[in-house]
């Protein structure tokens, strides 16, 4: 099997509108544990994320667009409330099986979850100070770009869009080490399928300029990581 290129149209199981729900609440949980140890969030709120709610000398709205089952929403809620932040936090995802997920779930003071697309928020006229992403870019096929310049409509400060950095060695160690907690999810065959689908760096940096060019950079956060970092245009 090459990775030289990306397969935009190889499908996961848990995209599949009749996949196993058991499994794939299972796996929306488990994203708990394994996003904190591979996605390299914590950099990119420390980096990027800190000193711009700490620019803003207010109180600050913070938008997780495909927020899934809640955990990056609410782990950075944790982290800003930790920093003296007052944020609200909103993870909006039109999938009603990940809002399920999202909405039975701990969340802090400040965090509230919507079924909801960005198109949805643009027209009810949302704004938000940062709209993030996590694990979304590699899902879109071709239309990366159009995702991108959305979420730009709906912010007044950054865009950060973080996903998978696509390589033989990220592929080689994830089939190893989510062995431990793969059972009774999709987080091995869909995690390995994620990868094979994902951009290089150059790749997103390319997709991206396409659509709107000098807009946004690019970043290798942390190892098999990419950031691609943008202004708002709200």
């Not at 499994?23 to 950099?43: I, P, Y």
């Not at 940062?130 to 995702?147: E, K, P, Q, R, T």
């Amino acid at each position: 099997m090459s990775l030289a290129a990306r397969d935009p149209e190889l499908e996961e199981l848990m995209d599949d509108p009749d996949c196993d729900p058991k499994r794939l609440a299972a796996t929306l949980r488990r994203f708990d544990t394994v996003n904190r140890v591979v996605s390299g969030w914590g950099t990119v709120y420390r980096r990027f994320l800190r000193p711009h709610l700490a620019s803003l000398n207010r109180p600050a709205r913070v938008l997780d667009l495909g927020a899934g089952g809640g955990d990056l929403v609410v782990r950075l809620a944790e982290l800003a409330a930790r920093d003296g932040f007052e944020v609200h936090w909103t993870g909006a995802d039109p999938d009603p099986r990940a809002h399920e997920v999202a909405v039975a779930r701990d969340a802090p003071p400040g965090v509230v979850f919507r079924r909801a697309d960005a198109a949805d928020l643009a027209s009810e006229g949302e704004v938000f100070d940062a709209v993030l992403s996590n694990h979304v870019l590699h899902h879109l096929g071709h239309d990366v770009g159009g995702f991108a310049e959305a979420s730009r409509l709906l912010s007044r400060g950054i865009v950060l869009h973080g996903d998978i950095a696509r390589s033989r060695l990220a592929y080689g160690l994830y089939a190893v080490a989510v062995t431990p907690f793969a059972p009774g999810t999709f987080l091995r065959t869909d995690g390995l399928r994620s990868i094979r689908r994902s951009f290089t760096p150059l790749e997103l940096q390319s997709e991206l300029d396409a659509a709107a060019p000098g807009t946004w950079t690019v970043h290798a956060p942390v190892p098999f990581r990419v950031l691609a970092a943008g202004p708002g245009h709200a």
